[in-house]
DNA sequence: GCAAAAGTGTTCCCCCTACACCCATGC
DNA sequence: GCATGGGTGTAGGGGGAACACTTTTGC
């Protein structure tokens, strides 16, 4: 037997919900379609899964054709497959979220596809069901960051107390105590402090932290309360 | 444009991890496959998704045929692509995890697959990739158990503190105070004490308790803390 | 010298943990 | 009356939350 017979098969594409993080606001890096059904209408980069080609590896490709980037986290977020969800054909669609740097982004030279940071909360309509796999990965980032220290993703090698507080503040869309995130943060000994300071923010200047990647590897599966129940979580 | 060109097209299965639990150790209902190839092998239940059909209708569909079973307790729990991973076909397996109470498992009339429950501690080898799958579904389920309320999906509707934590004790694979544990779980307020006893498994006799349904939905989402780090979750 | 952001310490309270004894019943 | 599992109370400790003042420096 070389073949299942009597079923059908369908078109499977991957879908890259990538978030990023400008030092005030999540942003997503979407684009505009460059091709029909919907060409010039906001979307998530995407592309179909080749022959001989796993998912994570279309999903790593198609960032990388985007961002120019490597070595990126990324992660599975869901598989969409409502039969008229791509009304063009069957189409399953496999969804990965990333997280990166927004400084390390290089728009691409040949960049064929008008790629652009928008933020978060001021959303464009998206083509086909793109926004409820945003909406989901949102939660889902939301879910994850709260108990795993996938955040520092989103920020240079190199951050300030103050910057990764922004940034936790961004994603759960509240603010903290300053004195008790840093204590808090500090306690995970995840971060390191360096001898310089950032200083374009204030005039005082804030020291910078690094990754302890050791201890990150080691604790990033431990449950890790970063967040104490922000609202609603699933 | 009525097709994408130039693309393949793959086949889409489903596969379904389903839990239960017998009052001591965790399950699997697994099947001995009925086609080619590794015909009468182990393997979880799956089949083809249908044209016009979504995932989460093709799992519920699959689940039903097995079990006779509806409104069960499902996820999507992940989607396998690599492209060697069935060696007959390329062919993408989108994998849900259910929860379901086994004593409402009724073995169906035209049994033609030979479904068994087996200890999850003790699992025979299984075609494919399908003991990855397993893997990754009994992750999750520690995972979201420690956090939410599912467990309660794997009971009847009436059930006894003490089969509750045997319950837990067996997702974990710990043991817990039994003090602690009956003060944290009512603490959530989501059982409702009943006026009957079940008398089978000791000669007092242990109050039966139901969800409280409305609760139960309203708090679903909210972050519990059913279980302190046991080990490492991801 | 003043404005703006960084950095730090303490108290209180709640929840989690550890731990031991009595209760109800079938035999 | 004894063995078996069910059910409960308490004390201590750790961690999270609330809260205010000093420091640094550019202007």
Redesign the pocket.
């Known amino acids: 037997m070389t073949r299942y017979s009597g079923q059908s098969r369908m078109l499977v594409a991957v879908d890259c919900i990538i978030f990023g993080f400008d030092g005030e606001k999540l942003k997503l890096l979407l684009i505009k379609r460059g091709f029909e059904p919907q060409k010039n209408k906001w979307s998530l980069m995407g592309g179909f899964v080749q022959p001989g080609e796993g998912l994570e590896s279309a999903a790593a490709r198609i960032l990388h054709k985007l961002t120019g980037l490597e070595g990126v986290y990324m992660e599975q977020l869901f598989a969409f497959g409502e039969p008229e969800r791509d009304p063009v054909e069957r189409t399953i669609s496999v969804t990965y979220f990333a997280l990166i740097d927004i400084n390390q982004y290089v728009q691409q030279l040949t960049d064929e596809y008008k790629a652009e940071w928008v933020s978060l909360d001021a959303l464009p309509d998206l083509i086909f069901d793109h926004v409820e796999m945003v909406n989901m990965a949102k939660e889902k980032l939301r879910y994850k960051a709260a108990i795993h220290p996938i955040l520092f993703e989103l920020l240079p090698s190199k951050f300030?107390?103050?910057q990764l507080q922004l940034l936790f503040e961004a994603v759960y869309d509240v603010t903290f105590?300053?004195?008790?995130f840093?204590?808090?943060i500090l306690?995970t000994g995840l971060l390191i402090k360096q001898k310089d300071?950032e200083?374009l923010?204030?005039?005082?200047?804030?020291?910078y932290y690094k990754l302890d990647k050791r201890k990150y590897n080691a604790k990033f599966n431990s449950f890790l309360?970063f967040v104490?129940d922000p609202g609603n979580l699933k």
Request: proline share 5%; glycine share 4%.
């Open positions: 300030t107390i103050p105590d300053k004195r008790n840093s204590r808090k306690s300071k200083r923010s204030s005039k005082r200047g804030a020291f309360n104490t």
